[in-house]
């Protein structure tokens, strides 16, 4: 492939990842999350490169699988999805808009990068107040915790900073 094909493709192939949702948070898609790091092209094979939002993160395989559906339903057949460990993923590679897209959701958005979970303070997505408590250090999802709002009195779940 030329130089300026491989660009194209590159710039395809991101866009098809775009709309690749992440199977635990469908309203998040994998780049929103931040979590594929590389597309490579080399001769017709088609690499992805991925990185967990945690080790072990059951979801990595199903999200996989679905980036590779939607590249062989966008006629691209030689493809390799390669899981790094390292550097391992953050928070910070979140997008601003899949943050909001949290939010919206229901589910607070990670807020600064510490590993600690907060015991309480973490704005409710319902009613923004910050009047919350820690219920559970794991929601949902293992890379969730679970709060409770003390003045709507909703529970909501917390995505965690790492």
């Not at 999200?63 to 691209?76: D, F, H, K, S, V």
């Not at 229901?106 to 820690?134: V, Y």
Request: proline share 6%; with cysteine; charged share 20%.
């Amino acid at each position: 492939m030329s130089t300026i094909h491989q660009h194209t493709s590159k710039i395809v192939i991101w866009n098809i990842l775009k709309t690749v949702c992440d199977p635990e948070v469908p309203v998040l898609t994998i780049t929103d999350l931040g979590i594929v790091r590389d597309v490579k092209i080399i001769d017709e094979l088609v690499e992805v490169v991925i990185t967990p939002t945690y080790t072990g993160c059951p979801a990595m395989d199903m999200i996989a699988m679905n980036i590779r559906l939607a590249l062989i339903e966008n006629g691209y057949l030689n493809i390799k999805i390669t899981s790094v460990l390292s550097p391992s993923w953050t928070t910070d590679w979140m997008t601003e808009s899949g943050k909001q897209k949290l939010q919206e959701y229901g589910i607070a958005p990670p807020k600064g990068n510490a590993e600690t979970i907060a015991s309480d303070g973490i704005e409710c997505p319902q009613c923004k107040s910050i009047n919350t408590k820690l219920i559970s250090e794991f929601g949902s999802t293992a890379c969730k915790a679970l709060y409770k709002c003390e003045d709507c009195k909703e529970p909501f779940d917390y995505f965690k900073c790492y």
